[in-house]
């Protein structure tokens, strides 16, 4: 039977697995993805929003999970205040998250992005600036991005992931997911052997 690789556009406010431990009826992958078999590589917090991979090959899970291999992950963050070059200096050289020191990241201030509408929207406030910045991180601690624009004064309004490992969103909408092309799953190979 031929394994399955999936690229997922995880939306707002969904859990990034198949049930709600809670019992309290929270969205999670099952309301969207109905594959057998598949489970999250790596996680995307419930008020994150974008790429998530999936599949039933552990070995393919192992590697692009493990630390070793050091895939990038690239997220596009709104934050609350100005960003100025010397945050993102900041974020480049890593920052120290309760008493651990992050790795250096490539962090760049961006024009406002084009991605769909948030529901619920962000919050706005007449007197208060945000920026966009990515973020491109080879590790990912829970809730990284949010504690290290935190740590540097631009507090996470929005977060998300646009890409892992060279895997993008493309032209995937919040909700939708589509099988990784053949030439996704080689490159992959390439940058994690076995």
């Known amino acids: 039977m031929k394994n399955r690789y999936l690229a997922f556009y995880k939306p707002y406010n ?42 039933d090959d552990g070995g393919f899970q192992h590697r692009l999970s493990e ?8 997220y596009w963050v709104q934050v609350e205040g100005v960003a100025t070059p010397g945050k993102t200096q ?17 962090a760049r201030i961006l024009d406002e992005p084009e991605l769909p509408l948030r529901e619920p929207p962000i919050r706005f406030r007449k007197a208060i600036p945000t920026s966009w910045l990515e973020l491109n991180l080879k ?10 624009t935190a740590a540097v004064g631009l507090p996470t309004l929005r977060l998300v992931r ?15 997911w589509r099988d990784l092309a053949q030439a996704e ?3 992959l190979q390439k940058q994690s052997p076995v």
């Open 67 to 74: 630390p070793r291999f050091e895939h990038p992950r690239t």
């Open 14 to 55: 969904v859990l990034t697995q198949f049930t709600d431990p809670s019992g309290t009826n929270r969205r999670t992958l099952k309301d969207f993805i109905n594959v057998p078999g598949v489970y999250p590589v790596g996680r995307l917090d419930r008020d994150s929003e974008g790429l998530l991979l999936l599949t």
């Open 139 to 148: 590790e990912g601690r829970n809730r990284q991005v949010r504690r290290m």
């Open 90 to 106: 900041e974020l480049a050289r890593g920052v120290t998250i309760r008493e651990y020191r992050t790795l250096p990241a490539q």
């Open 162 to 176: 646009v890409a892992i490992a060279g895997i993008t969103l493309g032209a995937l909408a919040p909700g939708e």
């Open 185 to 187: 799953l080689e490159w």
